[in-house]
Each structure stands twice: as C-alpha cells, then as structure tokens.
C-alpha cells in the first residue's frame, strides 16, 4: 500500500516524456520566449516597506501546470531545459483538458466537470522545476514511516467500509472547512489559488482566494500559544532572513480527516508536525514560496515544495462552498440507498 496522494494531482506516464517530438513542433521564438521568461536576475532587490521589510504586498497566483509530483520517469531531474519546458507544457495543457472526449465512458465520467471549472493555470511554473515537490531529491513524498502506514492502513479499510456513516467521514474540504491552498503548506488546487499578502511593522496577513481562510503572522517575539493549544491552521510566528520572511508553524490540530486541508486520500498528520515556510521576492512580478514539512513520527524524512507566485491583478472575489453544502445531503443519502439494496440482495434489515 502506498501512501495516500492529492487526488487533483494524479501524473500520468508520459512515455519517455515526448519532449523530443513536442519540441520540434515548438517555434523557435517560442522557446526563446520561454527562456527569457523564466531567467529571473540573482541580484533583484525587493522594494521596501515604509518600515524598511522586504515588500511581499499584493496579490499572488500560484495556479501552474507543474504536477505535485514528479514522474518517476524523471528519477532526480529537478529542472526542465528551455525546450523541454515548452515540449511539456504543450504535452501537459492537452493531457489535463477536462473537455477531451476519448478514453472510453469511464475516462468521460472522470472528467464530469469540465474546464469550465478549473482555474489551474495554463503554463508550467516559471522556475522550470519538473515538480513541486523539490525535496526528497527524486521529486515525491518520502514513505510513511511503519507505524503510520498502519495507521493509513487502518483508516482507509474503515473508510472503505464505511465511507459516509456521518459527515465527519468525510474530508474537510468536502465539507467546506478547511482546503490544500489555506495551508499551510500551501499547495495549489485546480481553482482558487489567489494569496493576497498584507504586512505591518509587526505582523503580515495571509488571505486565501480559497474559502476566504486568513492567517496573521505576528513577527519577533511573540509568545507561542502552549502545547495543549491546538488549531487546523496551527500557530504560525515569522521573522526575516535577509529578503526572505520564514514562516514556522507548530500546534496543528490533528484529525484523521485533514491533511493541513490538502486533499489527501486520509489524513496523515499528528502533533509532531512543523512546516516551515519561506517567502522570497525575486523579481517584481514573482514570489517564490518554500515549504518544508516535517513530522518524523508520520513522515520517514522531511520534504519540501516550491511555488513560483506570479503578480496577479485583484480584487479577489468570494468563494461560497454553496456545493458542499447541499451536497452532503446527497452523499449521506446516497450512502443509505446503497446499503439499502445491500441489504436487500443478502436478505438483511
């Protein structure tokens, strides 16, 4: 049994890659153009604040089609050439379009919500890695360690079994509570991947597109809420390294059914997770996020992510989770028919 991955971010073999036959059909311009875009200047000096912090103010997109994690074709290449870039975006862009219709009924009804619905970017991400897992050095999540596979084990025979006995079976973002781009780590989704970011002499504000979660970030010394306080978010505290605001995160609050929000299979954290973030201005109109998670009772290493944040233009508008709720109605009634016809065909109540 493998450890539980992001569903909205399943990688699909790429047959060697196809680079080669992609990247002749890519104009040269193009591929120039690409080149130049994602060659960012090593000695970029952030602006300033009125209080002298490295400004990070405005609104992110970190909406890319780069996969979460790499294929394992890949092995340990972290980074794309420039014509490998425009050869994989091109391959990617076609192999992720929901309003495709070959693959047969089943590949038709995996694609019942069509591009219509997603907002996930139309380029790969401008750092040009392979993916945005970057640590363990072969671009995929490290194995649980032996105790938590049984734990996964152990939730996912209970779910398979029960998946809808109540709605706390199942996951919060299916239930409007909690989702993968609130954080932290912030992983993108398929929509909604705006941050808009908001700072003072003595703390800076997070504000996500998805579900209107906000983190406020106090910086210097703050004390740490104590152990036995624990929250979905956990308690965050900054402070700058250089042009860079590092982000440390403890006391999460552990429930089978999250994954700090992401949308994992099961969730698979505990008391002992710490992620640390690191938010770096390299351009004018990009904003590299580090994550690095580790949970050595859950995780058998740490592992890291990055995310290219272009400059977006605002406002953000609202996010209303109207679906999750008229939807869990319809997934716990669901649930009761089947076992109802269950039930039925074997003779039982």
């Known amino acids: ?67 979460l994690e790499r294929p394992k074709e890949l092995g340990t290449k972290g980074s794309y050439t420039p014509e490998e870039f425009a050869a994989y975006e091109a391959f990617r862009a076609k192999d992720m379009n929901r309003d495709r219709r070959d693959g047969g009924a089943a590949a038709d009804n995996a694609r019942a919500y069509n591009e219509g619905w997603y907002d996930r970017g139309a380029h790969l991400g401008r750092n040009m890695r392979t993916s945005r897992v970057i640590d363990p050095p072969e671009g995929r999540f490290p194995p649980f360690t032996p ?26 973002f299916e239930r409007c509570l909690l989702y ?26 997070l504000f996500s597109e998805m579900a209107h979660q906000t983190r406020t970030i106090p910086l210097g010394a703050y004390a740490k809420l104590p152990a036995s306080v624990t929250q979905w978010m956990g308690d965050s505290h900054g402070h700058w390294e250089g042009n860079t605001l590092v982000v440390e995160t403890t006391n999460f609050r552990f429930n089978d059914m999250s994954h700090f929000g992401t949308q994992y299979d099961y969730g698979m954290s ?73 039930a039925e065909k074997t003779g039982g109540n």
């Open 147 to 172: 105790e938590a596979q049984k734990r996964f084990d152990a939730i996912k025979a209970r779910l398979d079994a029960h998946p809808a006995d109540g709605p706390e079976d199942r996951p919060l």
């Open 1 to 67: 049994m493998k450890p539980g991955r992001i569903i909205s971010f399943s990688i699909v073999a790429m047959a060697a890659i196809a680079v080669t036959a992609f990247a002749q059909s890519t104009p040269p311009q193009a591929r120039a153009k690409t080149a130049a875009a994602v060659k960012e200047t090593k000695t970029y000096v952030p602006p300033r604040t009125a209080d002298g912090q490295p400004d990070l103010q405005g609104i992110w997109d970190s909406a890319s089609l780069t996969p």
């Open 180 to 205: 993968s781009q609130s954080g932290p780590p912030l992983i993108a989704g398929n929509y909604n991947n705006l941050y808009e970011i908001v700072q003072t002499p003595t703390a800076v504000t």
């Open 270 to 342: 505990d008391e002992n997770l710490k992620v640390v973030e690191r938010f770096t201005r390299t351009a004018a109109d990009l904003l590299i996020y580090q994550a690095t998670v580790t949970d050595p009772t859950v995780y058998s290493k740490p592992w890291t992510i990055e995310l290219p944040m272009n400059k977006a233009e605002g406002p953000i508008f609202e996010y209303a989770c109207h679906e999750g709720n008229y939807g869990m109605a319809g997934i716990l009634s669901g649930e009761r028919m089947r076992e109802k016809k269950a």
